[in-house]
């Protein structure tokens, strides 16, 4: 039996747990398939590119410390909220229970809270226009407007499950322009942004994933460690929307994108002839299964 969901606009006040996005949208057919990988630090970037999310997690993130662990929690979460069905809810609950604590003040003096609708309300907001870039280049596939618009209530629902309410989106991706407009105005090369996007920051060997693929990966790491920061500040930048990377100040030119745009093209066509269970990472993969057994 699913637990009532406590309302967080009026405290005591309980209503029907929020329900996820439909297994038949957008969501759930593009959003855990490997390519996730390759456009999710576009969107992680975008995040911290506005300072008060910048200074969060400059003061309370570990993603220095243990790179790889954060990577792969974050790969975990994201892939509930949008396939995990009643464990989307209960992640959504965690998260901002992770959050209540994190509080500071920005570079420039000004306070700032995880919590703040503002700022949270931004981290998940900002995931939208990422998508639209990854599904062009990386899917070859532009989205009509009324795509849009059903992405758009799907990743709004998907807000809800984080706790994120009513008033703090807007309804339609319409509404959402402007307001996405008005973050751009605000956005920054943090601290954080301009490591995430130095193609000489390199990390140490991965320690995180299945045993087969990690052995090898550290055995070759001193040799990939390089080429792999540079492709991750690539596809980083790269993936950014072209009006966000703009407002952060991220040069792009070209060139650069007839590469992006060549390699989404390869990448597409590889994924493309793959099954299911390979062509989705293993969490989207399951639920993709579970799904079709049941209905």
């Known amino acids: 039996m699913t637990a009532p969901h406590q309302d967080p606009t009026t405290p005591g006040r309980r209503t029907a747990p929020p329900v996820g996005p439909p297994p038949d949208g957008l969501l759930w057919e593009f959003y855990g398939d490997v390519r996730f ?23 309370h993130s570990v993603f220095r410390t243990d790179p790889w662990g954060r ?17 989307a809810a209960a992640e959504g609950r965690r ?7 994190i509080s500071g003040t ?13 700022l ?3 981290v998940h907001a900002s995931g939208f226009p990422v998508m639209l870039r990854a599904l062009t280049v990386l899917h070859g596939r532009t989205c009509t407007p009324e795509e849009q618009e059903a992405l758009y209530r799907e990743w709004r629902t998907v807000g809800v499950l984080l706790g994120l309410r009513d008033r703090d989106l807007p309804a339609t991706a319409a509404e959402f322009a402007p307001r996405y407009r008005a973050w751009l105005h605000e956005l920054a090369a943090t601290p954080v942004v301009c490591e995430l996007t130095d193609p000489r920051n390199t990390v140490g060997p991965p320690d995180h994933g299945p045993r087969p693929v990690r052995v090898p990966l550290r055995l070759a790491w001193p040799l990939l460690r390089r080429p792999t920061a540079r492709l991750l500040a690539f596809l980083t930048v790269g993936l950014m929307p072209p009006e ?23 990448t597409g066509t590889v994924v493309a002839r793959l099954p299911e269970r390979l062509r989705y990472l293993p969490d989207a993969a399951r639920a993709r299964r579970a799904r079709r057994t049941t209905s």
Not at 71 to 87: F, H, K, T
Not at 95 to 101: A, G, I, K, Q, V
Not at 106 to 118: K, V
């Open 71 to 87: 990577a792969d929690r974050s790969v975990r979460s994201a892939l509930l909220w949008v396939y995990g069905g009643e464990e």
């Open 95 to 101: 998260l901002r229970r992770l959050h209540r604590s």
């Open 244 to 266: 966000a990377r703009a407002a952060v100040g991220l040069p792009w030119d070209e060139r650069q994108e007839r590469r992006l745009r060549a390699l989404g093209r390869v």
């Open 106 to 118: 920005t570079p420039d003096g000004h306070r700032y809270h995880s919590l703040d609708p503002h």
């Open 37 to 59: 990988l390759m456009w999710l630090p576009a969107a992680l970037a975008l995040q911290v590119a506005l300072p008060g999310v910048g200074a969060g997690v400059d003061d």
């Open 120 to 122: 949270y309300g931004w």
